[in-house]
């Protein structure tokens, strides 16, 4: 079944500690996004790619890293940079960004927690 | 820029009764509108979409959407709410040039009581 995981399900970190989400997509989407959810704000966009080796900042990019190696994978690097990373973490996929019509489809989403 | 606004961020309904969940958004351009619905500690799933055409949209699970644009509204219904249907609803826009770059109102929850 084609689709996006995310892995791990939940993700503890202590405070100073750069930690890495996975997002890995079977979809054979060029656009990848990377979003994060806090309780009551919906979602905000944190980097996104629309093609292999280039993505882009979101809205909240700051303390956040990302890379896009592999058409099929978007990890997400949390650094220690990021003053309040505890959240849930979404990535979500398109075919492309060229047209405003194309559903983002989105993973189970990562929990993380700094301790 | 664009931007959605929902109105009420808790609604509670009977089973049986009917759903209605407010989205408003502002755009400059013609806007193409999405509702997603996420149950708990799970990923969104896409319940309809607003493109260009019919102005009444439906979705999965029995839900409809009706873009009005004189309103700037992007209601989401269901004539009779069913207990698997509590869950959060985000509302969410592309407009203008932000090709592929959504974005999302506050969230709905919706409450379900038998």
């Known amino acids: ?115 | 820029a664009q931007s959605v606004t929902q109105l009420g961020s808790h609604v509670s309904v009977s089973e049986g009764a009917l759903v209605l969940l407010r989205c408003n958004y502002s755009s400059s351009v013609p806007p193409y509108l999405f509702w997603y619905v996420q149950y708990p500690n799970q990923g969104l799933q896409l319940l309809l979409k607003y493109t260009t055409g019919a102005t009444l949209v439906k979705g999965i699970n029995g839900f409809e959407a009706e873009f009005k644009k004189s309103e700037t509204s992007f209601h989401l219904t269901k004539p009779s709410a069913h207990m698997s249907d509590a869950a959060e609803y985000f509302c969410a826009v592309i407009g203008g040039t932000s090709y592929g770059k959504l974005t999302f109102g506050q969230g709905t929850i919706l409450t379900v009581h038998p």
Not at chain 1, 22 to 42: I, V
Request: with cysteine; net charge positive; proline share 4%.
């Open chain 1, 1 to 115: 079944d084609g689709g996006i995981t995310q892995s791990p399900k939940y993700l503890f970190r202590k405070e100073g500690q750069n930690v890495t989400l996975s997002c890995e997509q079977n979809l054979n989407h060029d656009a990848m996004y990377w979003y994060r959810q806090d309780p009551g704000q919906g979602l905000r966009l944190i980097y996104y790619s629309q093609i292999v080796n280039d993505f882009q900042k979101g809205d909240i990019a700051e303390g956040y890293s990302v890379s896009r190696e592999k058409k099929e994978s978007f990890p997400l690097t949390v650094t220690s940079a990021q003053k309040n990373p505890t959240a849930f973490y979404l990535c979500a996929s398109s075919t492309a960004m060229t047209r405003r019509t194309d559903t983002q489809y989105f993973g189970p989403g990562t929990r993380l927690t700094v301790l």
